[in-house]
């Protein structure tokens, strides 16, 4: 079966102020990337627009309603000192979201063998009521939730191994018994949170601080001890990766020194993992990753991995 590929023109329209990470450029990068021949096998979706009732799976009503009024007509308002949103923010942060919850529909139809949502901005750090880090909408949260309440699933793996810890993500699973989070980052870092004791309401939460400058060798070997056997034990019907790439050695915003071939590494693990025990079934959505040639080729290692074993 093919690898899904979703993307949306809304993500370009999410216009961040000038010198900030999270900018349209990466977007761009990614899709010049995907655009090489070995990659002309995808399956490409236009990432559909989520609904209110979307959103609502994680979100309060309140957290929607302040966002909707919070998008400026023109140039751009700060949310706090990260978070920016530009006249289309909203829109594109809707797409992002359908566009998990899209794939996560195509994966289990048996559609695609697994998916990768390449749409901005990310969601990790979204908390119920709080947009943050670069976030307005918790998408993997989101699309874990979609999956449990629409396609009845019972034991949801998300698993993030992006340079900051996934707060919002953790935060709105975190009484969620039919959820497994699973969380690599640095340590320490923003946003500070993330510790090793910081498991669950229902002992469905793992974080697994790394050192700045270590690099994939102790990844490797946590992930080996630590996540695979979880992982197992768990036995996921459905597995969403939280894909950040700012673990990168190159990135500007994080001293990890992880290389592409350890994100190859670590999307093959994790997709032989979801073999065994759902088919294969894997959605990846987008998260970090800031500098430019850093994420293209991170994210080009980790879709090809991805397309060799939908197949």
Request: proline share 7%.
């Amino acid at each position: 079966m093919p690898t899904a590929l979703f993307s949306h023109e809304s993500s370009l329209t999410h216009v961040t102020p000038p010198g900030h990470p999270e900018q349209v450029a990466r977007i761009a990068h990614i899709q010049e990337a995907l655009s090489q021949p070995d990659f002309q096998t995808l399956e490409r979706r236009s990432a559909p627009e989520c609904s209110d009732a979307d959103i609502l799976l994680c979100h309060p009503q309140s957290h929607l309603e302040a966002i909707t009024r919070a998008e400026p007509t023109s140039g751009s308002v700060a949310l706090d000192a990260d978070t920016h949103m530009s006249p289309g923010s909203v829109k594109a942060a809707r797409h992002a979201v359908g566009g998990c919850l899209a794939a996560v529909d195509a994966v289990m139809a048996g559609e695609v063998g697994n998916a990768f949502v390449a749409c901005r901005p990310p969601g990790h750090h979204a908390e119920q009521s709080t947009p943050m880090g670069f976030c307005l909408f918790g998408t993997a949260a989101i699309a874990a939730r979609h999956a449990m309440e629409r396609h009845g699933l019972s034991r949801v793996a998300v698993v993030d191994f992006d340079v900051h810890h996934g707060n919002g993500t953790q935060a709105l699973l975190w009484d969620e018994p039919r959820s497994l989070f699973i969380g690599s980052h640095q340590n320490p870092l923003w946003p500070g949170t993330g510790m090793a004791e910081e498991t669950g309401g229902h002992n469905n939460v793992m974080n697994l601080p790394l050192p700045p400058h270590s690099d994939g060798r102790l990844m490797r070997a946590t992930y080996e001890a630590e996540v695979f056997p979880a992982l197992r034990r768990f036995a996921p019907e459905l597995v969403i990766l939280s894909a950040g790439f700012d673990a990168h050695r190159d990135d500007p915003l994080a001293q990890l020194e992880w290389t592409e071939a350890d994100f190859v590494w670590l999307t093959e693990q994790l997709c032989d993992l979801a073999a065994a025990h759902c088919g294969g079934r894997v959605v990846s959505t987008l998260e970090g990753g800031y500098d430019l040639n850093a994420l293209a080729a991170s994210v080009a290692a980790h879709v090809r991995v991805l397309m060799e074993r939908a197949g």
